[in-house]
């Protein structure tokens, strides 16, 4: 796909308002604000608390009027709905609904258009193409920011295999520190780094160190103590602390350690937010005020869903949402009391496949079914999936719609935290990767009070 495609795509699926330096801390509360507002709703409760493969068991998720409607569309509207596009066939309320839900997520058009560099042969070894769109791309907003503060150094949180690192030291010149808790993932970042190094072809002459640290431990002693112990704080004095996908609290304690110690400035992106803590959870002011009202609407697992990703499926591969709740009611009716895992079963999901074939192909891999189904429960289900299939469809793009403002909200409670430490100018969001191939794209930057702006 060339970059003009990639704009043009991206230009069409915005739908989003965008967060930054313009923003005051006393905007950033309303906003908040008006997200618990939202989130709050009886629609979006019951579309956050729902389990999509029981959406016909359990009772209809949204207003029947709604319903009506998604029965008559396509799952092409459902795609379309998913980018805040109003199908002809939408009630106003429905329009009201999604409208306010664009207005509050966080914009995640990526900031670069297009890969600002690509990696040289050696060093994209092991790579996959999403890690190698992350690496590039954050690697060079890293590299930027440390110039512009004046800064050779990077403390990697989380740094895994070093895959960042090593391209911030072997392709921009830094000098990185990485901190993992796994002794394992940093034996294979030195191996590869000697690797690549062997292969004289990076142009960088930065140095690359490994730290293991337990980072059960380093989250609570960060989160909890007043003072960083002498170590860390050496190691990050003047540096930028990135942390790439940072997982549940470990963005958090990243955020903490800037705050705590001498770095220069801070570049991060979190992801599985069911995994944080409600000691990490939330940071700013506004929502520590409120946090028992907050926490019940947060489901951070949906949180961590793909929209964009999604939005450009292939059509048939969403008939799943509609045949999965059919298949529920078999179930049910049959008495299997446990829920099924169908990613674990490896069913093979066919662009040809009916309602009909989907079912028999699933329940052939279920003994413990008491009685097996009729000819007469398949064929009532495959003429209902005409319209249960589209309207399951529409529902799921909903639920997607308040996944991205549940990511906001997340995100701009550490927004408040990062400004109340910084000020305005010194913080900032900035979405980074192509959302469709890297869907936890939005980065924190911040930098210390009298650097330049973030």
């Known amino acids: ?191 590869r780094t000697e690797r690549v190094r ?21 989250t609570y002693e960060i989160n909890t103590a007043d003072e960083v112990n002498a170590e860390l704080k050496k190691e990050c004095r003047d540096a930028v602390i990135v942390a790439l996908h940072a997982c549940g609290d470990l963005t958090p304690t990243a955020m903490q350690l800037f705050a705590k110690t001498d770095a220069s400035a801070l570049v991060l992106l979190g992801c599985c937010y069911h995994r944080i803590t409600a000691d990490c959870f939330p940071m700013g002011p506004t929502l520590c005020e409120r946090s028992s009202v907050i926490q019940p609407m947060l489901d951070g697992e949906l949180g961590c869903h793909a929209l964009e990703e999604w939005s450009e499926r292939e059509p048939w591969r969403l008939r799943s949402h509609g045949y999965r709740a059919l298949l529920e009611e078999i179930l049910e009716e049959r008495g299997v009391e446990k829920s099924i895992q169908l990613g674990r079963l490896k069913i093979r999901y066919k662009p040809t496949d009916l309602f009909e074939d989907y079912a028999r192909r699933v329940l052939s891999r279920l003994p413990d079914l008491k009685t097996s189904p009729s000819d007469e429960d398949f064929i009532s289900r495959s003429e209902r999936s005409q319209r249960v299939v589209p309207s399951s469809a529409c529902v799921y793009a909903l639920r997607l719609l308040i996944a991205a403002v549940i990511e906001s909200v997340i995100v701009l409670d550490r927004l408040e935290f990062l400004q109340d430490r910084v000020g305005r100018e010194n913080s900032s969001v900035k979405a980074i990767f192509d959302p469709v191939c890297s869907p936890r794209n939005l980065g924190l930057f911040a930098t210390k009070p009298g650097g330049p702006p973030a």
Request: charged share 25%; glycine share 6%.
């Open 1 to 191: 796909m060339t970059s003009e495609t990639t704009r043009s795509r991206l230009k069409k699926m915005s739908c989003y308002t965008a967060v930054g330096p313009e923003l005051s801390s006393e905007n950033i509360k309303r906003r908040i604000q008006a997200c618990e507002n939202f989130l709050s709703s009886n629609t979006c409760r019951r579309l956050i608390r729902a389990k999509m493969t029981r959406s016909l068991v359990d009772g209809p998720l949204v207003p029947e009027e709604w319903m009506r409607a998604f029965c008559d569309g396509t799952l092409e509207d459902a795609q379309a709905l998913s980018r805040g596009l109003m199908p002809s066939w939408s009630p106003l309320s429905l329009r009201e609904f999604v409208e306010e839900a664009k207005s509050l997520a966080i914009s995640r058009d990526p900031v670069m258009s297009s890969d600002t560099h690509s990696l040289p042969n050696d060093m994209r070894i092991g790579l996959t193409a999403k890690k190698e769109h992350e690496v590039v791309r954050l690697s060079t907003a890293v590299a930027d920011l440390a110039e512009r503060v004046n800064s050779k150094k990077v403390v990697d949180i989380g740094s895994g295999k070093g895959y960042l690192g090593q391209v911030l030291a072997l392709h921009h010149g830094l000098d990185v520190v990485g901190l993992e808790a796994q002794s394992l993932h940093n034996a294979s970042s030195q191996m």
């Open 198 to 218: 062997a292969l004289k072809r990076s142009r960088g002459k930065g140095t690359i160190t490994s730290l293991t640290y337990e980072i059960t431990s380093l």
